[in-house]
């Protein structure tokens, strides 16, 4: 009879969720909400009742009582028994939300070093060349709108030392072409602050000799980050993940950081400007700085070993020269989740060489992961719409987005986006390519509708 209790015992256990253990542990009971309702009728018994009646009942409920208390003491020392390290991760995970919430308040209430409105000062002094505030700033005339809606399409070719022919195309009257500089200085590039001490370090693996003193871009790096930074759709199909796949990403991570600490320094700012002066009801429209919602950028990529990448590459380029390590919300869940385990790959198994570049690590082709960017911390597995960045496979966004007729869908989350990179769009063919026209269709349409 013992091992068949223990049995049972141990069944329950397994049906429980998390939220239901920590319940029974804490209260010596299930939530009301989980108790097991039969939905059959009872039947009626008609029981004789004897003139020491009071006495059994009494004694039958304290009997009952007892063995409920023993059961759940029992069912209580089984709990006991879980692992050590589900205990530990749930107080990991408690300690660092409380530290990015500490620090969320740092960012609201001006607990840092340097104040919102000394860097956003230092944004407003800078050179009228700041490719941020160029395309922020721009507003479009009622004649240039219309005039893309009607004109033809203008190109201009011209070749560029290492990506070679390059083709600018524009519907605009004024069709803006430039040619890369011979040399480049970050200074000249306007990145924000922990950015320029943090490239050069997080980019030397890819400078050798000369070429690591005299630029901290390589040739292919600063032709393609000069375009990125200047706000110019780019479509560059020679990136493959054997040859220079790592190289782009690192430009583009870059590019993506630069974009989010920008914008986040200059909503921030424009806030606490309203907080400080007094303005009119009209004097709103001077702050235009936020969309419909927060999500900035969107990052489409095959794999989850891909999204495994990325974010180390974010956590680098924050950290920087700093001796301090940047908090990182929910990292052991991520690296969990995201990551790899070496020994579940058959060892004898031999690929071309290509093959093994693209399929690496965690080959997963089914998430989505929203990332919010602080001062000095981190939030990953962020709701999307309290995200500044969306890293996810077309197939996770698919799976949220839905299609027409479906009641449970959402797509709000991409309303603002200003920065889309799609990643080794060459895998999404093998994929379904169907996913990624939907996603470019919903945003597409939600462009047209913000101009």
């Not at 490239?199 to 393609?224: I, R, Y």
Request: negative net charge; hydrophobic residues 35%.
């Amino acid at each position: 009879m013992g091992k068949r209790r223990s049995r049972s015992q141990s069944q329950l256990l397994n049906t429980l969720t998390k939220k239901q253990k920590k319940h029974l542990r804490d209260f010596g009971e299930e939530h009301p909400f989980y108790d097991r309702v039969s939905r059959k009728e009872a039947k009626p018994q008609i029981c004789q009742l004897s003139e020491s009646s009071d006495s059994s009942d009494s004694e039958s409920e304290s009997e009952s009582e007892s063995e409920q208390v023993s059961g759940y003491h029992k069912l209580l020392a089984t709990l006991k028994n879980v692992s050590e390290e589900e205990e530990e991760d749930e107080e990991e995970e408690k300690e660092e939300d409380s530290i990015v919430d500490d620090a969320e308040m740092n960012d609201e209430g001006g607990g840092s070093d340097v104040s919102v409105e000394e860097e956003m000062a230092a944004e407003s002094t800078e050179s009228p060349d700041n490719p941020f505030l160029q395309h922020v700033n721009k507003e479009l005339k009622e004649k240039e709108i219309q005039a893309v809606a009607t004109n033809p399409k203008t190109t201009h070719e011209l070749k560029w030392p290492i990506l070679g022919q390059l083709v600018f195309s524009s519907k605009f009257q004024k069709l803006e072409t430039f040619k890369p500089p011979k040399d480049i200085d970050l200074k000249s590039l306007h990145l924000q602050k922990p950015l320029e001490s943090a490239w050069t370090k997080t980019n030397s693996h890819f400078l050798s000799g000369p070429q690591k003193s005299s630029s901290p871009f390589t040739p292919l790096q600063k032709e393609l980050f000069l375009i990125m930074n200047s706000y110019r759709d780019l479509f560059y199909p020679e990136s493959t993940a054997l040859k220079n796949g790592e190289e782009i990403r690192h430009v583009y991570c870059l590019h993506v950081i630069n974009h989010v600490l920008k914008a986040n320094a200059q909503v921030l700012g424009n806030n606490s400007r309203r907080r400080s002066q007094k303005f009119g009801v009209g004097d709103d429209d001077d702050f235009r700085d936020q969309g419909l919602t927060r999500p900035k950028v969107l990052i489409v990529v095959p794999f989850r070993e891909a999204a495994l990448r990325v974010v180390q590459l974010f956590i680098s380029l924050l950290e920087g020269d700093s001796k301090k390590k940047i908090i990182v919300s929910n990292k052991k869940r991520f690296q969990g989740e995201y990551g790899s385990d070496p020994e579940e790959r058959p060892p004898n198994l031999k690929r071309p060489e290509d093959y093994e570049a693209v399929f690496v690590g965690n080959i997963d082709d089914h998430f989505r992961i929203g990332v919010a960017i602080l001062q000095r911390s981190i939030r990953l597995y962020a709701p999307f719409y309290s995200s500044d960045i969306l890293i996810a496979s077309p197939l996770g966004l698919r799976t949220i987005i839905g299609g027409e007729g479906e009641k449970k869908r959402d797509f709000d989350f991409l309303s603002s986006i200003e920065l889309l990179i799609i990643d080794q769009a060459d895998i999404y063919l093998m994929q379904n390519w169907e996913h990624v026209l939907v996603m470019l269709a919903i945003h597409i349409q939600w462009n047209s509708i913000r101009i």
